[in-house]
Every structure is written in C-alpha cells, then in structure tokens.
C-alpha cells in the first residue's frame, strides 16, 4: 500500500480581522472549515486521477 502525504502553506487573507472581530472561536472555525473543503477537493481530485489511470 502506497501512502502519500501533501504539506501546504497558505496565506488566508483577512484571516487576522475575522479573529479580532468575531472571536478566535470563530476564527478556528473559519480555519477548520476551509481545511475541510481543501481536503474535500484533493480527495476528489485523487480519485479522479485514480479512475483516469485505472481505465489506461
């Protein structure tokens, strides 16, 4: 079984004000939600790489 793991550094911008304004709470929230649809587009992406090099 192969495993492959992606590092990432990314800049959200405004992400400073949304923590002084709405709270770190918030700010946490904004943070966790945006990993989730990065996770969400890499999985999919990965699958469809899967597909496309299972159908060659």
Same mark, same amino acid.
């Given at each position: 079984? +192969?495993? *492959? *793991?992606?590092? $990432?550094?990314?800049? #959200?911008?405004? !992400?400073?004000?949304? =923590?002084d304004? !709405?709270?770190?709470?918030?700010?946490? #929230? *904004? #943070?966790?939600? !945006? *990993?989730? +649809?990065?996770r969400? +587009? #890499?999985?999919q992406? =990965? /699958? %469809? %790489? $899967?597909?496309? %090099? /299972? %159908?060659?």
């Amino acid at each position: 079984m +192969v495993t *492959a *793991a992606t590092d $990432s550094l990314t800049d #959200l911008d405004y !992400f400073k004000e949304i =923590n002084d304004r !709405f709270d770190h709470h918030i700010g946490d #929230l *904004a #943070l966790t939600g !945006f *990993a989730d +649809v990065c996770r969400d +587009v #890499l999985q999919q992406s =990965n /699958q %469809t %790489t $899967s597909k496309s %090099t /299972q %159908t060659k």
